[in-house]
């Protein structure tokens, strides 16, 4: 069964601490990994997907199929950063469903 | 255009009343998605309409009907609700290509009474 799991609720730091947001997922197929943030009173937008291997606002993910782990890492952190932040699994190609994770905050302190 | 409009943003409704939630895109996407989220909770797939066809029902109760009149518009109709069901209703597309975006709504905040 698809499955992602967040492990932490809440991640609390200071401006200009490296963040790291994990994620671990279990999939049996070839996973389509996705991060999404919600900011206070705003839509979901997606972050990052994996196959894209880019860098949005500092945010870097990469996929390590060994450890099923797909971490989202920002070296310096920003009070702008503060949302909550959802993992999310998709299967294979076409009109896929996301399986989301239960979502981590982070909250970015002066 | 990115957006996926979603109305209304509030609704309140009693156990016996009917009523729809309405969501529109003109991103030319042929997927859309009902996503419910319970207050602190991560989204959940409720629906998708694939090129207008229902493809996907996560065994949703059947006081939830979607509808998807044409490839821009997909609608919610509620009836017999009960108070459990209020929750943020998130509605999103994507496109036909392996590669698409999924785009989300801001939502319609739903509370039975």
């Given at each position: 069964?698809?499955?992602?799991?967040?492990?932490?609720?809440?991640?609390?730091?200071?401006?200009?601490?490296?963040?790291?947001l994990?994620?671990?997922?279990?999939?049996?197929?070839?996973?389509?990994?996705?991060?999404?943030?919600?900011?206070?009173?705003?839509?979901?937008?997606?972050?990052l997907?994996?196959?894209?291997?880019?860098?949005i606002?500092?945010?870097?993910?990469?996929?390590?199929?060994?450890?099923?782990?797909?971490h989202?890492?920002?070296?310096?952190?920003?009070?702008?950063?503060?949302a909550?932040y959802?993992?999310?699994?998709?299967?294979?190609?076409?009109?896929?469903?996301?399986?989301?994770?239960t979502?981590t905050?982070?909250?970015?302190?002066p | 255009?990115?957006?996926?409009?979603?109305?209304?943003?509030?609704?309140?409704?009693?156990?016996?009343?009917?009523?729809?939630?309405?969501?529109?895109?003109?991103?030319?996407?042929?997927?859309?998605?009902?996503?419910?989220?319970?207050?602190?909770?991560?989204?959940?797939?409720?629906?998708?309409?694939?090129?207008?066809?229902?493809?996907?029902?996560?065994?949703?109760?059947?006081?939830f009907?979607?509808?998807?009149?044409?490839?821009?518009?997909?609608?919610?109709?509620l009836?017999?609700?009960?108070?459990?069901?209020?929750?943020?209703?998130?509605?999103?597309s994507?496109?036909?290509?392996?590669?698409?975006?999924?785009?989300?709504?801001e939502?319609s905040?739903?509370t039975?009474?």
């Amino acid at each position: 069964a698809q499955r992602v799991t967040q492990p932490e609720k809440l991640l609390s730091v200071f401006k200009g601490a490296p963040v790291e947001l994990k994620c671990n997922y279990s999939y049996s197929g070839s996973p389509e990994l996705f991060w999404y943030v919600q900011y206070s009173r705003q839509r979901l937008q997606l972050l990052l997907r994996h196959i894209s291997r880019e860098s949005i606002k500092g945010f870097t993910a990469d996929l390590n199929k060994g450890e099923t782990s797909f971490h989202l890492k920002k070296p310096f952190a920003q009070e702008e950063d503060s949302a909550m932040y959802y993992c999310a699994l998709g299967r294979g190609t076409g009109f896929q469903k996301l399986v989301f994770g239960t979502g981590t905050r982070l909250l970015v302190s002066p | 255009d990115t957006e996926v409009t979603q109305t209304p943003k509030h609704l309140v409704m009693g156990m016996t009343n009917k009523k729809s939630l309405k969501c529109e895109q003109h991103m030319g996407h042929r997927a859309m998605y009902w996503y419910k989220q319970k207050a602190k909770k991560p989204p959940e797939l409720m629906f998708v309409y694939s090129y207008e066809k229902l493809s996907i029902n996560e065994s949703v109760p059947s006081r939830f009907s979607p509808e998807c009149p044409n490839s821009s518009l997909l609608n919610l109709h509620l009836h017999a609700l009960q108070p459990e069901d209020s929750a943020l209703y998130l509605c999103a597309s994507r496109s036909g290509k392996a590669e698409g975006t999924i785009y989300f709504g801001e939502g319609s905040w739903l509370t039975v009474v």
